[in-house]
């Protein structure tokens, strides 16, 4: 069980626009950024957002992060098929004083 | 570029120890601005951050490992290490290590990401 919870699954069709949840605590999400990962099989995960809301460079306005207390989102418009993935939430555990991932969200375009 | 490179091996046994190296090129590793992680995923599971290491050789676990794990550094070497004791099936997974970053603003313990990650190593453990 993650200390961060998502939805397992989630789906939308191309140029749809999706939000994957991920919930928290007062000691990881409600305390401290929201860090957002894109994972696709048999690669390693890329970092999508940092800061709850920062896109790095070369990750499109496509995706957007936000955080509320101690809930936060990502938002995907304009689906395309390549962003058919698994999609991880992260954040600092202040109690337990290390990282903590969400359970993934597997997205799919249909 | 920085690129990351997992290397150890692909099967250990029940009760023994599971060593892992990580060689990091580019030139990041001396730098004091990064921690230095090991992520594992079981099959058709979530990640799990298992721990991180400083330069300075300062260390942070997660608590359900802690008591097994040990993460060391060799700067001379570019690399960094992960010893997991007393492995069992439970402890079969893609183990990946990652460079840990801060941008933006100030860089609190929490404020880190994982920007670079290796490809990732399948270790099985059975006999």
């Known amino acids: 069980q993650s200390v961060l919870t998502q939805p397992p699954s989630a789906s939308g069709t191309p140029g749809q626009r999706v939000t994957i949840s991920c919930s928290g605590t007062s000691s990881n999400i409600g305390s401290n950024y929201v860090f957002w990962y894109q994972h696709l099989p048999g690669t390693a995960p890329t970092l999508l957002i940092y800061?709850?809301?920062q896109r790095p460079s070369g990750v499109p306005d496509r995706f957007s992060g936000s955080k509320s207390g101690t809930s936060a989102s990502l938002a995907i418009s304009g689906l395309r098929s390549e962003d058919e993935a698994d999609y991880y939430c992260a954040a600092w555990d202040d109690s337990l004083s290390g990282h903590v991932f969400g359970g993934g969200t597997k997205l799919t375009v249909l | 570029q920085v690129q990351l490179q997992e290397s150890g091996p692909g099967l250990v046994m029940p009760s023994q120890t599971l060593s892992l190296t990580c060689t990091v090129s580019g030139d990041s590793f001396s730098s004091s601005s990064y921690y230095w992680s090991w992520i594992r995923q079981p099959a058709g599971k979530a990640l799990e951050w298992i721990g991180r290491l400083y330069n300075t050789g300062t260390t942070n676990y997660n608590p359900s490992l802690k008591s097994r794990v040990t993460i060391s550094i060799d700067t001379s070497m570019s690399q960094f290490s992960l010893r997991l004791s007393s492995v069992t099936a439970a402890d079969t997974a893609v183990y990946y290590c990652?460079?840990?970053?801060?941008?933006?603003?100030?860089?609190?313990?929490?404020?880190?990401?994982?920007?670079?990650w290796g490809q990732g190593t399948l270790v099985t453990v059975s006999s």
């Open positions: 990652a460079r840990e970053a801060c941008t933006g603003g100030v860089c609190y313990r929490s404020s880190y990401y994982f920007d670079y």
């Open positions: 800061r709850n809301n």
